[in-house]
């Protein structure tokens, strides 16, 4: 089973974030504001909370092919792995094991742990599949796990070829943003 690096994604988006905050000092574009809004509302709404979290993880409702075409892509481009990745450890790990030593993310750990280190040590080799059996069968799913990588930087590419403002305000901060609103929840 393929596990992204971590590295791959968050460094990127952690850096175009830090580049937005700055600029909003300088020389913000205009309606960056609703860019971010609206990117945010897409990205971490409907991606990750609504797809990875509540869609896939948790089986909460069902939707039409294509509305879970957008909004797994919407969450692939956030950056936060892929959908058997998320799911698995969410799944598997975090509510099986909630705030002990094998939740990946525990806060008893320490607040640095539970922000930002658990991705970088948890061992991604020891990941079972079992708690995702579902989604590893789900053709679309699996493909998208496959090919994570991939589509998150053509994606990334296609989007800043298109509109170098509406990549930066409209997915990276958005990212950026989600990044840490989870970050902030996992260690408090």
């Given at each position: ?96 094991y909630a705030d002990t030593e094998h939740d990946p993310h525990t806060p008893e750990k ?60 409209g997915v990276m901060l958005p990212a950026f943003i989600a990044y840490h609103s989870f ?6």
């Amino acid at each position: 089973m393929y596990w992204a690096p971590a590295w791959g994604m968050f460094l990127p988006i952690q850096l175009a974030g830090l580049y937005c905050i700055y600029s909003l000092f300088i020389s913000p574009p205009a309606y960056w504001w609703a860019y971010t809004f609206l990117g945010y509302v897409c990205l971490m709404l409907l991606g990750i909370s609504g797809c990875y979290h509540r869609l896939l993880s948790h089986r909460g409702f069902q939707t039409t092919v294509w509305r879970r075409r957008i909004i797994l892509w919407f969450a692939m481009i956030a950056g936060q792995g892929s959908p058997i990745y998320w799911a698995t450890i969410h799944r598997g790990y975090h509510h099986r094991y909630a705030d002990t030593e094998h939740d990946p993310h525990t806060p008893e750990k320490g607040f640095w742990h539970a922000y930002t280190l658990w991705m970088f040590r948890f061992k991604r080799n020891y990941l079972s599949t079992r708690y995702v059996t579902d989604l590893i069968k789900d053709k679309e799913i699996n493909f998208a796990h496959r090919h994570y990588m991939l589509i998150f930087w053509i994606s990334h590419v296609l989007l800043l070829v298109i509109s170098p403002t509406i990549w930066l305000w409209g997915v990276m901060l958005p990212a950026f943003i989600a990044y840490h609103s989870f970050a902030l929840n996992n260690t408090f």
